[in-house]
């Protein structure tokens, strides 16, 4: 009785499920007038169950494997899982609630689990081995057969092609592995706590401002609470004028994890010996030589030749800045060598004395629907012919997002975007791109991209007025949404931004350029009250800026970059005792300590990119993908610059290819050389 009455009702919750069929809105846009809540769960599991019904039925064929019967039919298994992924992904992100935060944790094993059910499915992959090994005598089109290549390799990182027995021993280091990350992050997360500085006295907090201060004031006590993020340095020591509070503040980042209650030494060294043996287990050397196959560097040695680039010309500034920092400390009357907890004090004055930019000056230039549609959408109408109208009839998920529709040159539809540009209790840190519907021949898709971004929400009725770095991140976001709305793929595992971790920020920093290009910036930097256009002194001083402290930038990241390589390319048989010690050794011999107030950006004991979440060998990608957009930039700056048909050629070569073709040769065929790593330098100021 009580099963059947389970049945129908689960029959009932289907039927009215919005998910179960195609949104019938434009674009097949999510029609966020039907979906609630309670819809994601029922979705979501049939969504799985879906899926592992197809496989099955691919997995036991007892017909000969084809493209179409196994690599096409894998492809299309997962039809209504990915359509409520997409659409829950973005509501978790952007706008979510406790019911949702449920439905996410009771997924999150699941899901896993489904995907481990496919890549570790024997029957499966010997089926694409088979089509695989006769590759040649298939006939397929060049993207059918990277679509073949991309799953055997799939299954191959997985594992799916060791012996039983191997498999075994690399279930077991996975959830190993799994396991301590999540201890990491835990022990990391009340590291974070616990290190939270606590001040007594409130003149020792000197330097902040009185609402500062305020938010800090605990309930009951008369004290303050510093908190900690995630880096070594921590904003405040920007402000506070009190040395010792700011050394207190510096060591408590940097020994969070370190000899405190919460020491994560031997998680990390554990960590890093397991994935070595991870890396043997399958085949390779070390972990990075196996995480990185698939990557545009494809292994550690270019990326280590990326960063000996660097470390010269980085480090040289570096000591340039710690010697101006030193001469006013020594100007103001003090007597102390620079030290790490120093650095952001005074280069603060450094900063004031050489460029005196200030953001309310410019902010009323930066309007954000003038930099969105005068400079965004008209940089994107320039170099690649497309046009934009504004869409008020597309229910969205919050108020404050809007839509546009995009056109081509020739006035055919491209696609929507969604822009969901302001801060909110509900919407998680940071800014990203991702799509409601990816583009794919395959299902005749086109694109539904959104943007995502966190600027202060303005009081009703008042323009919303960004700093430039936010119209950096507005250019930057809408970089990717193009590399998403320029994609033509028949298959959408493999369509636009489903690229290398260190391919996937190079259209969106490549954009970046165009919001100081003369021709854009006079189009969309007016004044939102007179309409008058920036000034040259103003546009020249945020050049200059940026140019400001890029020693010390670029040297903390290539410290934390080059620990996340040297703690992932020890070789297996390795045993370390010391994590401190390895941290040490690593930093000295790749010349990264040689500037005594620069410290690595993140230390090894809270690392979190590398030891808690996903950037294990990683960490490379944000400045190699720096690299490849200024030597881009380069190549436009020496052809042109921005016309119609460089954008049109770069669309062509780079933004429509998706992940078809090897990234180095097409990044070679656009360019006509490797890239290289002077454009970068010259941008930073470092040359
Ligand atoms: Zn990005």
Redesign the pocket.
């Known amino acids: 009785m009580s099963a059947c009455t389970e049945n129908s009702e689960k029959i009932a919750d289907l039927k009215d499920n919005p998910f179960m069929e195609e949104s019938t809105l434009p674009y097949y846009a999510p029609d966020f007038t039907k979906i609630k809540n309670e819809h994601f769960k029922p979705a979501f599991l049939e969504g799985m169950r879906q899926q592992t019904e197809a496989i099955n039925l691919i997995a036991s064929n007892t017909e000969e494997p084809t493209f179409e019967n196994t690599v096409l039919a894998i492809e299309k298994s997962n039809e209504l899982l990915g359509r409520v992924s997409r659409v829950f992904s973005a509501l978790t992100g952007a706008n979510t609630n406790d019911e949702l935060q449920e439905v996410q944790s009771f997924l999150a094993p699941l899901l896993s689990a489904q995907n481990d059910a496919i890549y570790l499915n024997d029957a499966l992959f010997q089926r694409i081995k088979t089509l695989h090994e006769k590759k040649s005598e298939l006939n397929l089109d060049a993207e059918s057969l990277k679509l073949l290549e991309n799953y055997y390799e799939n299954f191959e990182i997985a594992g799916a092609n060791l012996s039983e027995p191997d498999k075994e021993k690399l279930k077991e280091l996975n959830a190993r592995l799994a396991t301590l990350s999540t201890t990491f992050n835990k022990t990391l997360l009340d590291a974070n706590n616990a290190g939270a500085v606590i001040i007594t006295d409130k003149s020792e907090l000197a330097g902040l401002s009185e609402s500062q201060i305020s938010s800090m004031k605990s309930k009951d006590e008369d004290s303050w609470k510093i908190s900690l993020l995630n880096t070594t340095q921590q904003p405040l020591l920007q402000s506070l004028e009190n040395r010792e509070t700011r050394e207190k503040l510096f060591k408590a980042a940097w020994y969070r994890a370190d000899g405190s209650a919460h020491d994560t030494e031997a998680i990390i060294t554990e960590i890093a010996e397991l994935r070595a043996q991870k890396g043997k287990l399958l085949g390779f050397s070390n972990f990075a030589e196996w995480s990185l196959q698939k990557t545009m560097a494809k292994n550690p040695a270019t990326v280590m030749d990326l960063f000996s680039g660097l470390v010269a010309a980085g480090t040289k500034k570096a000591q340039e800045e710690s010697d101006a920092i030193q001469k006013m400390v020594e100007e103001k009357g003090e007597n102390f060598k620079v030290e790490p907890w120093d650095w952001n004090y005074y280069s603060e004055m450094v900063r004031k004395a050489k460029f005196d930019l200030d953001e309310d000056q410019i902010k009323p230039y930066f309007e954000l629907t003038s930099v969105l549609e005068n400079g965004v959408f008209y940089a994107a109408e320039k170099l690649y012919g497309i046009t934009f109208k504004k869409r008020t009839d597309i229910p969205t998920y919050h108020e404050d997002v809007v839509v546009y529709e995009l056109f081509e040159e020739n006035g055919e539809p491209l696609g929507l975007f969604y822009g969901d540009f302001f801060a909110r209790e509900s919407k998680r840190g940071g800014?990203?791109?991702s799509s409601f519907v990816s583009q794919s021949r395959l299902y005749d898709k086109k694109p539904v991209i959104y943007n995502v971004c966190n600027y202060p929400k303005p009081a009703n009725g008042e323009p919303a007025l960004l700093t430039f770095d936010e119209v950096g991140t507005t250019f930057?976001?809408f970089?990717?949404a193009l590399h998403g709305f320029f994609a033509d793929q028949m298959y959408p595992s493999l369509s636009g931004t489903s690229v290398a971790r260190d391919f996937?920020?190079f259209p969106?920093?490549f954009n970046e350029n165009w919001a100081l290009y003369p021709e854009i910036l006079k189009n969309y930097a007016k004044h939102y009250e007179t309409g008058e256009q920036i000034p040259q002194e103003l546009i020249n001083k945020i050049k200059n800026a940026g140019t400001f402290n890029q020693g010390y930038s670029i040297t903390e990241n290539l410290a934390a970059s080059n620990l996340d390589m040297q703690w992932h390319t020890i070789s297996p048989d390795l045993k370390i005792d010391d994590a401190n010690k390895f941290e040490k050794e690593a930093l000295n011999k790749t010349k990264l300590d040689v500037v005594h107030a620069v410290p690595p950006r993140y230390r090894s004991t809270y690392f979190a990119h590398i030891f808690g979440s996903g950037y294990a060998a990683g960490y490379y990608s944000y400045l190699w993908t720096e690299m490849l957009n200024h030597d881009a930039y380069n190549w436009f700056e020496n052809n042109g610059g921005l016309t119609r048909a460089n954008g049109q050629r770069f669309r062509e070569m780079i933004l429509s290819r998706g992940n078809t073709l090897d990234y180095e040769s097409m990044y070679k065929a656009w360019r006509g050389s490797d890239p290289k790593i002077e454009p970068m330098l010259k941008a930073r100021g470092l040359n």
């Open positions: 800014a990203w791109m930057h976001e970089g990717h996937v920020e969106s920093q």
